[in-house]
């Protein structure tokens, strides 16, 4: 699968941004889908999963109740809604699919998309 992330851009802190992830192939519905981001000289973390029909999400705790992972298996596209945007969630965001369970670490996930910066200022 070749994903494709968009949607990033300059933001207020407080404010909103939606990314979007969309992934090429027939077999879209069948992965376990993901968001990362890697801030500057920082690790790359796991920000959110959702597994094949949507109805089983996970959350980091530094974006539990701030963001919302969704994917329309219809459009093979998945979707990460953030509201109340911090400056430390500034970061380059980035999708990614598996084809196991939702895991939190990096290696579990053999397909990614390029990367879209967010960038939240004061």
């Known amino acids: 699968v070749q994903l494709q992330a968009s949607g990033g851009g300059l933001v207020q802190a407080g404010g909103s941004l939606r990314l979007s992830c969309a992934a090429s192939?027939?077999?879209?519905?069948?992965?376990?889908m993901a968001w990362f981001r890697q801030a500057p000289g920082m690790e790359r973390e796991f920000v959110a999963g959702?597994?094949?029909?949507?109805?089983?999400?996970y959350y980091s705790d530094s974006v539990k109740g701030r963001f919302t992972i969704s994917r329309d298996n219809a459009k093979n596209t998945v979707y990460l809604q953030m509201n109340s945007l911090k400056l430390e969630d500034t970061a380059v965001y980035y999708c990614?699919?598996?084809?196991?369970?939702?895991?939190?670490?990096?290696?579990?996930?053999?397909?990614w998309g390029q990367g879209t910066q967010v960038t939240v200022s004061s």
């Open positions: 990614a699919a598996s084809t196991g369970r939702i895991r939190t670490t990096k290696a579990a996930y053999g397909f």
């Open positions: 192939g027939r077999t879209f519905s069948t992965y376990t």
């Open positions: 959702i597994n094949w029909s949507g109805g089983s999400t």
